[in-house]
């Protein structure tokens, strides 16, 4: 970690990495307005706060049984090969469910399936991209690049939902399902361009053994599991988002428009804090700054729940982006800078298990409780 640290900014020099941050952003917006119409439509179908918190149960379920197979494939496969693939397939069912809603022919088994099959899919291919963008840039760039991939994240996260509960009014759930099928074209693009073709390191083990080998590494790395079981409990706490609808009809009277803004306020908030970072050196001490930022996000949390007026609703769900965004900012760059490259699709599928499960279990009890 004696590398000097870079502004974010600086790893857009090199064109792969452009490419796929550019490709990535089109295609997570297209994610984001698929599980707004998700939300959406689950709402309109039952009116149930308990189905709504089941998504997230359904989406955390496949993380939990693929996602460590997932680090497992990044290890040993073509990164790029696995990423064509699933992008393909992730293409298709948002196709399916853009037909099913055209059709009048979606229910509750059939979003139940499909959100779980594609969750089971980038589940899989995860740790494959986690595990690809550090081979695009410098080591000493590493920090810029997990923030440059966090705003874009956020910016699509603050900017889809919006445009998809604006999609949703104007042209229904089935152009909104369609538009998410072709937004990963932009990655398909993006990677039959790229020139970098990175050595796919050897394992000396396979299966169960180098499973084992991650988890090993893992718990023998005190500082990475510490921050991803805080990251964990702070969001399974703190989810809040399954709720959103409930929130925009009953507490605020505001419709598809008005949840697509709740929704978007805490990613309006993480855009402004991952520009932030982008713009400024990593400090040292960054175990520090997770601890101040999960205590900040946890504050926003606590307000929002208390508060019934929008505008200081929607600006304590801003605060809490900005905060989990700055702790996100952290946390890549720390597991990029002390992981080994013939480890990184392993440990990327074990933070993902922790920053996936904290949320979508989260959304499971938020609807439970709730019901």
């Known amino acids: 970690m004696a590398d000097t640290p870079q502004r974010a900014y600086r790893s857009l020099r090199h064109r792969d990495f452009r490419l796929l941050w550019f490709a990535d952003a089109v295609s997570m917006l297209g994610t984001q307005m698929q599980r707004v119409a998700i939300g959406w439509q689950v709402y309109e179908l039952t009116g149930d706060p308990l189905q709504l918190g ?34 393909s397939v992730l293409a298709a069912s948002s196709g399916a469910l853009a037909v099913a809603s055209w059709t009048d022919s979606a229910s509750m088994p059939l979003i139940y399936g499909i959100s779980f099959f594609s969750a ?25 690049a997990a923030t440059l991939n966090i705003l874009a994240m956020q910016t699509a996260a603050v900017t ?12 229904g759930l089935s152009l909104t399902y369609a538009l998410d099928a072709l937004s990963f074209g932009a990655v398909l693009i993006a990677l039959l361009l790229m020139r970098a073709r990175p050595e796919v390191p050897p394992l000396l083990v396979t299966g169960f053994a180098a499973a084992k080998e991650g988890f090993t590494f893992l718990f023998g790395m005190p500082i990475l599991l510490a921050v991803m079981s805080l990251d964990f409990f702070a969001t399974f706490f703190g989810a809040s988002t399954t709720l959103l609808p409930i929130f925009a009809e009953q507490v605020f009277g505001m419709g598809a428009a008005g949840y697509g803004l709740l929704v978007s306020a805490p990613a309006a908030g993480a855009v402004i804090g991952s520009l932030v970072m982008s713009v400024l050196r990593m400090p040292r001490r960054v175990g520090l700054g997770i601890v101040v930022a999960v205590a900040a996000y946890g504050a926003c949390l606590l307000g929002f729940g208390l508060s019934r007026t929008v505008w200081l609703s929607l600006l304590l769900l801003a605060g809490s982006g900005a905060a989990d965004a700055v702790s996100m900012a952290f946390r890549h760059t720390i597991r990029n800078l002390v992981t080994p490259d013939q480890l990184r699709g392993r440990i990327a599928a074990a933070h993902s298990t922790f920053a996936m499960g904290g949320p979508q279990l989260g959304e499971f009890e938020a609807g439970l409780v709730a019901a």
């Open 160 to 171: 889809g939902p919006a445009i998809g509960g604006v999609v949703i009014g104007l042209g």
């Open 54 to 87: 089941l998504l997230g149960l359904v989406r955390f379920l496949p993380v939990l049984l693929f996602g460590l197979v997932g680090g497992v494939i990044a290890d040993q496969r073509d990164r790029r090969v696995i990423l064509l693939a699933s992008s």
């Open 120 to 144: 089971a899919v980038s589940a899989i291919a995860g740790p494959s991209r986690q595990a690809l963008f550090p081979a695009l840039v410098p080591r000493a760039e590493l920090a810029g």
